[in-house]
């Protein structure tokens, strides 16, 4: 069942600094989130998700209709975060190489030489993952997990910020083919940005396209600070008691639709919640931070669609005791 939590935590009585401002004094991620709600108006939730996925190490996959500031907020975060990033548009004849890189003869040196691809940067905006053909959406499998690719034989490692938000079509739309298992449980979150209200739809049509102001922005961190706070959310604590609730969570999961959440999604979602918490201002995990990101985590996963996924996981969230 969903309710409030009023745990608190409150720093070592020695006077050892807490975890928040451990990771605080490295710099503020919270002017990241200010930046971005200055480009993606009104959609704190889903900034902040992309973001904390990133801190989590994680990657996004976006399900919505065109037009509601996906690539806006993958230039966005790349940009407040001084990272490169690289868009690929996916289509139904897109190959692996065109992803990947491919080795070509050099002359000069009488030798193959690897050119690389456009997953070789920060961010890449994987645009309408499902319209391509498995072959070309697995290109992404190692990638995405291991932040390396093997082509011809060898292995070329990729930034250690290699961050993917990809996006997917809604399924009933033509064209589209269904992202496999493997694939979905290599996005730590899935999410909708949807349609703004109409106090912001309307500034939207009064001052024009936001991804203009997109190109403008100034990085506010940068990428050693974003691997800093990456690894010192380790030190965010989270409780036997939370440990105990997530466990039932992702048991149900598995209750409802076998296998459910793999070892390695519950991994991630662990990772995810201290970073909800940490950008809530604390240095422990309530289960407020669980119930905030768990159906990003698990909805995709039960059914392999963004929107339908997200109402089966408020489904078991009701289910399970909060303790």
Same mark, same amino acid.
């Given at each position: 069942?969903?309710?409030?939590?009023?745990?608190?935590?409150?720093?070592?009585?020695?006077?050892?600094?807490?975890?928040?401002?451990?990771?605080?004094?490295?710099?503020?991620?919270?002017?990241?989130?200010?930046?971005?709600?200055?480009?993606?108006?009104?959609?704190?939730?889903?900034?902040?998700?992309?973001?904390?996925?990133?801190? /989590?190490?994680?990657?996004?996959?976006?399900?919505?209709?065109?037009?509601?500031?996906?690539?806006?907020?993958?230039?966005?975060?790349?940009?407040?975060?001084?990272?490169?990033?690289?868009?690929?548009?996916?289509?139904?004849?897109?190959?692996?190489?065109?992803?990947?890189?491919?080795?070509?003869?050099?002359?000069?040196?009488?030798?193959?030489?690897?050119?690389?691809?456009?997953?070789?940067?920060?961010?890449?905006?994987?645009?309408?993952?499902?319209?391509?053909?498995?072959?070309?959406?697995? /290109?992404?499998?190692?990638?995405?997990?291991?932040?390396?690719?093997?082509?011809?034989?060898?292995?070329?490692?990729?930034?250690?910020?290699?961050?993917?938000?990809?996006?997917?079509?809604?399924?009933?739309?033509?064209?589209?083919?269904?992202?496999?298992?493997?694939?979905?449980?290599?996005?730590?979150?899935?999410?909708?940005?949807?349609?703004?209200?109409?106090?912001?739809?309307?500034?939207?049509?009064?001052?024009?396209?936001?991804?203009?102001?997109?190109?403008?922005?100034?990085?506010?961190?940068?990428?050693?600070?974003?691997?800093?706070?990456?690894?010192?959310?380790?030190?965010?604590?989270?409780?036997?008691?939370?440990?105990?609730?997530?466990?039932?969570?992702?048991?149900?999961?598995?209750?409802?639709?076998?296998?459910?959440?793999?070892?390695?999604?519950?991994?991630?979602?662990?990772?995810?919640?201290?970073?909800?918490?940490?950008?809530?201002?604390?240095?422990?995990?309530?289960?407020?931070?669980?119930?905030?990101?768990?159906?990003?985590?698990?909805?995709?996963?039960?059914?392999?669609?963004?929107?339908?996924?997200?109402?089966?996981?408020?489904?078991?969230?009701?289910?399970?005791?909060?303790?």
């Amino acid at each position: 069942m969903i309710r409030q939590a009023t745990a608190t935590r409150t720093d070592d009585p020695h006077g050892a600094p807490s975890a928040v401002a451990r990771v605080a004094a490295i710099g503020d991620p919270h002017a990241v989130l200010a930046q971005l709600d200055t480009v993606l108006l009104g959609k704190r939730t889903a900034v902040q998700l992309a973001f904390a996925s990133l801190l /989590a190490r994680g990657h996004v996959l976006i399900e919505d209709v065109p037009g509601v500031g996906k690539t806006t907020l993958a230039h966005g975060l790349a940009a407040t975060l001084g990272l490169d990033w690289n868009r690929v548009q996916f289509t139904n004849d897109l190959l692996p190489a065109d992803v990947l890189g491919v080795s070509v003869f050099d002359r000069d040196t009488n030798a193959f030489r690897f050119r690389p691809g456009p997953v070789f940067t920060s961010v890449l905006l994987a645009d309408e993952i499902n319209r391509a053909p498995p072959k070309a959406q697995s /290109a992404l499998l190692q990638a995405m997990e291991e932040r390396q690719v093997s082509v011809d034989g060898l292995t070329h490692r990729l930034p250690e910020d290699f961050f993917v938000i990809a996006t997917q079509n809604p399924s009933e739309q033509l064209g589209a083919f269904p992202l496999p298992e493997s694939q979905l449980d290599r996005f730590l979150v899935g999410l909708s940005i949807g349609l703004p209200d109409v106090a912001t739809e309307r500034r939207l049509l009064e001052e024009g396209d936001r991804r203009a102001l997109s190109a403008t922005l100034a990085p506010v961190a940068n990428p050693k600070q974003l691997l800093q706070w990456s690894e010192a959310l380790q030190a965010v604590h989270v409780g036997a008691r939370l440990f105990d609730y997530l466990q039932a969570l992702i048991g149900a999961t598995r209750e409802h639709a076998p296998p459910g959440l793999s070892p390695r999604a519950g991994i991630a979602l662990v990772r995810l919640c201290r970073a909800w918490a940490w950008l809530e201002g604390r240095d422990h995990v309530l289960p407020d931070d669980v119930q905030a990101v768990f159906p990003a985590v698990a909805g995709h996963r039960l059914t392999g669609q963004v929107a339908s996924g997200r109402e089966a996981a408020l489904a078991l969230l009701e289910r399970v005791d909060c303790p």
